[in-house]
């Protein structure tokens, strides 16, 4: 699977340097960590082999310490917990677009879900609009889709 993924993440690199440079710098940088990753794994696979024992086999555990024995019902809250948590990202981002949503999920996730102080809350989601825009709009110039609820006002002739 490593080597496949090398080939990919090759293919995707080659691939995206013949175009623009704005168009293909997600691409090659995720190629590029891809690669790497994979890379490792395959020297991994073939010079740091590993004497297998079959009691040495490990069963996964979703965490560690005093929390893996946690009851299933628990996990089972956690992973609804955090999906909804995503799927309120998303739904924030065809609402109010990227560059709006950021900073409001992150408010809405450490206020609500993080018990965060409201001067941790304003920092952290003031450094991560900052990061966010000015990395992907003053640097790179990527024009981001408004959300529907600009559009809406737009087409109600409030919004210019």
């Given at each position: 699977m490593s080597v496949g993924l090398m080939l990919i993440s090759g293919s995707?690199?080659?691939t995206a340097m013949q175009w623009p440079f704005r168009a293909a710098i997600f691409p090659m940088t995720i190629a590029v960590f891809v690669f790497v990753l994979a890379s490792i794994e395959v020297f991994m696979d073939v010079y740091l082999k590993q004497t297998a024992k079959e009691e040495s086999t490990m069963d996964f555990k979703l965490a560690g310490g005093e929390d893996a024995n946690i009851d299933e019902a628990t996990v089972t809250k956690r992973v609804i917990n955090i999906?909804?948590?995503i799927l309120l990202f998303f739904a924030?981002?065809?609402l109010v677009g990227f560059p709006v949503?950021?900073?409001l999920y992150f408010v809405m996730f450490l206020k609500i879900q993080g018990k965060e102080s409201?001067?941790?809350t304003v920092i952290l989601s003031a450094v991560a609009w900052i990061f966010f825009y000015g990395l992907f709009v003053w640097i790179l110039h990527i024009p981001f889709a408004e959300g529907w609820v600009q559009d809406g006002l737009r087409?109600?002739?409030m919004l210019n």
């Amino acid at each position: 699977m490593s080597v496949g993924l090398m080939l990919i993440s090759g293919s995707m690199f080659v691939t995206a340097m013949q175009w623009p440079f704005r168009a293909a710098i997600f691409p090659m940088t995720i190629a590029v960590f891809v690669f790497v990753l994979a890379s490792i794994e395959v020297f991994m696979d073939v010079y740091l082999k590993q004497t297998a024992k079959e009691e040495s086999t490990m069963d996964f555990k979703l965490a560690g310490g005093e929390d893996a024995n946690i009851d299933e019902a628990t996990v089972t809250k956690r992973v609804i917990n955090i999906s909804v948590w995503i799927l309120l990202f998303f739904a924030l981002i065809l609402l109010v677009g990227f560059p709006v949503a950021t900073p409001l999920y992150f408010v809405m996730f450490l206020k609500i879900q993080g018990k965060e102080s409201w001067k941790t809350t304003v920092i952290l989601s003031a450094v991560a609009w900052i990061f966010f825009y000015g990395l992907f709009v003053w640097i790179l110039h990527i024009p981001f889709a408004e959300g529907w609820v600009q559009d809406g006002l737009r087409l109600l002739g409030m919004l210019n």
